[in-house]
């Protein structure tokens, strides 16, 4: 059974850091799509970034892009999302996600899901 669990959510402050962490079991990160997401009160769940089993990164291209890393350790099994110079617009439960194949962008094509870290930007 696939499980992943994220760590690392909390309030910050405008500008500040945050490096979330979210630790995979029953599947290697190293052989599948891993990704997070995030979902802010009465929005939709929208894609962030993700990595691919080769190592392949991709972001949402608007100010993430330029902002956040996604990164893995194979060893530890876990996957990385460092977040740097957030903004209040970035507050909302960030969640990851799992999935066989290649890169999508929507939720809905994804397998596994953890069960969220939220992470509060005061301005």
């Known amino acids: 059974q696939v499980q992943l669990v994220e760590s690392g959510g909390g309030l910050v402050q405008a500008g500040g850091s945050l490096r979330l962490s979210c630790a995979a079991s029953g599947r290697s990160i190293s052989s599948y799509t891993m990704g997070w997401f995030r979902q802010a009160p009465g929005k939709e769940r929208e894609f962030v970034a993700a990595?691919?089993?080769?190592?392949?990164?991709?972001y949402r291209e608007d100010s993430v892009k330029d902002r956040f890393t996604i990164s893995r350790d194979v060893a530890k099994n876990t996957v990385y999302l460092q977040m740097n110079s957030l903004k209040p617009e970035d507050t909302a439960v960030y969640y990851c996600t799992t999935k066989t194949g290649g890169l999508v962008l929507f939720p809905s094509g994804y397998d596994y899901w953890g069960q969220g870290t939220q992470v509060t930007v005061s301005s």
């Open positions: 990595i691919t089993w080769s190592g392949g990164t991709t």
